[in-house]
């Protein structure tokens, strides 16, 4: 029941920065964890960064140093900083996010997506 959108996506020239945000329609103050995945074409679906509830934060090798994962759970908003944008950047950034709650179970959702195209 849960939804998740993504903005910020566009066009930015190679060694740029955007920065996208996840708004969540759940509290995000008792969330397990969220993510940013992307997905090029013909390529799969990886992941790029997470972040648990408590602020802990892991990144793919690829984006290391450069992307920045944040959360605020007063705007029920998570968000990833891009900086030194390269080409191979470019792709479809998805945000993810799981509650486990005791009560009503596991809940998984995706938001729709948002473009990044880094021009060379």
């Known amino acids: 029941q849960a939804q998740l959108v993504e903005s910020g996506g566009g066009l930015v020239q190679t060694g740029g920065s955007l920065r996208l945000s996840c708004a969540s329609s759940?509290?995000?103050?008792?969330?397990?964890?969220m993510g940013w995945y992307r997905q090029a074409p013909g390529k799969q679906r990886e992941l790029v960064a997470t972040?648990?509830?408590?602020?802990?934060?892991n990144y793919a090798d690829s984006v290391k140093g450069r992307f920045t994962i944040s959360k605020d759970n007063s705007e029920n908003t998570m968000y990833l900083q891009m900086n030194s944008l390269k080409p191979e950047d470019s792709a479809v950034y998805y945000c993810?996010?799981?509650?486990?709650?005791?009560?009503?179970?596991?809940?998984?959702?995706w938001g729709q997506g948002t473009l990044v195209t880094v021009a060379s």
């Open positions: 972040i648990t509830g408590g602020g802990s934060t």
């Open positions: 993810n996010a799981v509650w486990v709650p005791i009560i009503e179970g596991r809940v998984e959702v």
């Open positions: 759940r509290s995000i103050r008792r969330v397990d964890r």
